[in-house]
């Protein structure tokens, strides 16, 4: 029995795009099917209850990152995201020129005997000679002419992978990537994310952001388990990154601390407009990062459309997490 997975893994602080990780760490382990994954690290410390500068691992004080983590546990523990039903083994040499995009389309794994047994095919380069009980083999100089061969003997759909624009799309249909626009999304009958850099737009089935001025994530999942647009709680959140105030950095790119800071947070601002394909008559209620409601937001409705903004920089507090409910749910209970 294989057994894969991930034993350490984060996006460190002080990134500036450090909340992404957990979205897209789980969305893609999920694709592949992995057994495991852990992020590293919760804390090193005792007392994790109180308040601590952020560090390059421990998350434990990082509301963002705590909320980023959630959304991606329903990514890869409920299984929101489906492995892919295609199984690519790849020769060691293979592993070095195949490994760019066909991962964030297909499963891939490296060949033994027991993961070829499973794989719809074997990559190979055009020179290796074919290993020991291996498979069918399709033989490639690039990851491009590999992904031709793949579609071409019906192994994977058309079109998962644009290699001039560099965008791919999982073979599920769940997951896209287009690195030059910095956009990413997710979308699964449960839960749906949009990465989105200032000032895009982005849109999913049920989920559609028009982004303000700083990169962003949005995500909208069922807490209660049902299909978003029947589920009766959805968890909505709005993240962007966050620093320690007083932090010094080397330049603008933030990317070497030279002084720590307090243990008192600044959140990048955004505004951005939201809108959820969600009917019924619905509360939407502004959150605290450990989900206790704050106050109640204002939407506009367009038939089963309702928009509103999310602030997260509003003079009623920094809001990255809401929820909504549908009342005529909640009153059955």
């Not at 990465?195 to 952001?209: E, R, T």
């Amino acid at each position: 029995m294989l057994f894969r997975s991930i034993t350490e893994w984060n996006y460190c602080y002080p990134n500036p795009h450090n909340f992404e990780g957990p979205f897209l760490a789980a969305a893609y382990s999920a694709l592949q099917n992995y057994n495991g994954l852990w992020q590293f690290t919760f804390s090193h410390a005792a007392k994790t209850e109180e308040p601590k500068t952020l560090g390059a691992f421990d998350y434990h004080s990082n509301p963002v990152m705590k909320l980023a983590a959630r959304a991606g546990a329903l990514f890869f523990l409920r299984g929101d995201v489906k492995p892919s039903g295609i199984s690519v083994a790849v020769t060691e040499k293979g592993r070095q020129l195949f490994r760019a995009r066909l991962p964030l389309a297909v499963r891939t794994g490296q060949f033994n005997p027991e993961a070829a047994a499973a794989a719809n095919t074997l990559a190979a380069t055009e020179e290796e000679p074919p290993p020991a009980n291996a498979p069918a083999i399709l033989r490639a100089k690039n990851e491009q002419q590999l992904v031709e061969s793949l579609e071409k003997a019906g192994i994977m759909p058309k079109g998962c992978i644009n290699f001039e624009s560099g965008a791919v799309a999982s073979s599920t249909g769940e997951l896209f990537l287009n690195p030059k626009e910095q956009l990413f999304r997710v979308r699964t009958p449960r839960s749906e994310a949009l990465i989105l850099k200032g000032k895009a737009s982005g849109k999913s089935d049920v989920l559609a952001v028009a982004n303000g001025n700083a990169d962003a994530a949005f995500f909208a999942g069922s807490l209660d388990g049902k299909p978003l647009k029947q589920s009766g709680r959805l968890q909505i959140l709005h993240l962007t990154d966050l620093k320690s105030e007083g932090a010094v950095f080397r330049d603008p790119s933030m990317s070497v601390q030279e002084e720590a800071g307090t243990n008192r947070f600044l959140l990048r601002r955004n505004t951005a407009t939201v809108e959820l394909n969600h009917p019924g008559t619905c509360t939407i209620y502004a959150c605290a990062p450990n989900g206790k409601r704050l106050f109640e937001v204002p939407f506009e409705r367009n038939g089963d459309i309702l928009k509103f903004t999310a602030d997260n920089g509003s003079t009623q507090g920094c809001v990255i997490l809401y929820e909504l409910v549908n009342q005529q749910t909640e009153n059955k209970k």
